[in-house]
């Protein structure tokens, strides 16, 4: 009797273990990195690291109104004038290219400064508001 008991007590220390060994490596499973930083020069072991592309300079006034401005300005949300409506567009038109470039950097009304695009430069901005004053005469 004694010999199974221990027998017994010995497969329940030997199961526990496993158990305990498998709880610890879903622990570490969870508690993971998500990545690595890999700095330029060192050899990371890995060959499909991602490689940013350099910017072939600014983007167009068309790249820039759909990617930013279209949001608000084909559904005529928050009152934005839409693109092409020259009714809307004639009296803005009239006060000037340098004002409608300087609302559209500096925000106006209900549009936030750069539509919204912080990361956007001037001339992008500029060549923007030039693209939407082309389609909307």
């Not at 010999?3 to 498998?22: E, H, I, P």
């Not at 470039?101 to 001339?123: L, Q, R, T, Y």
């Amino acid at each position: 009797m004694k010999r199974v008991l221990a027998a017994v007590l010995l497969g329940f220390g030997l199961t526990a273990g496993a158990v305990m060994a498998s709880v610890e490596d879903e622990i570490r499973a969870r508690i993971a990195p998500v990545g690595e930083v890999c700095v330029q020069g060192d050899d990371c072991g890995s060959a499909s690291a991602p490689v940013e592309e350099a910017s072939s300079g600014p983007r167009s006034g068309d790249e820039v109104y759909s990617a930013v401005c279209m949001a608000c300005h084909d559904t005529g949300a928050a009152g934005a004038p839409k693109k092409g409506d020259t009714a809307a567009w004639s009296s803005r038109i009239d006060k000037g290219l340098e004002t409608l470039v300087d609302h559209a950097i500096n925000g106006f009304n209900a549009m936030p400064a750069k539509g919204g695009c912080s990361n956007c430069p001037d001339e992008e901005i500029e060549a923007a508001v030039e693209y939407l004053v082309s389609e909307s005469q």
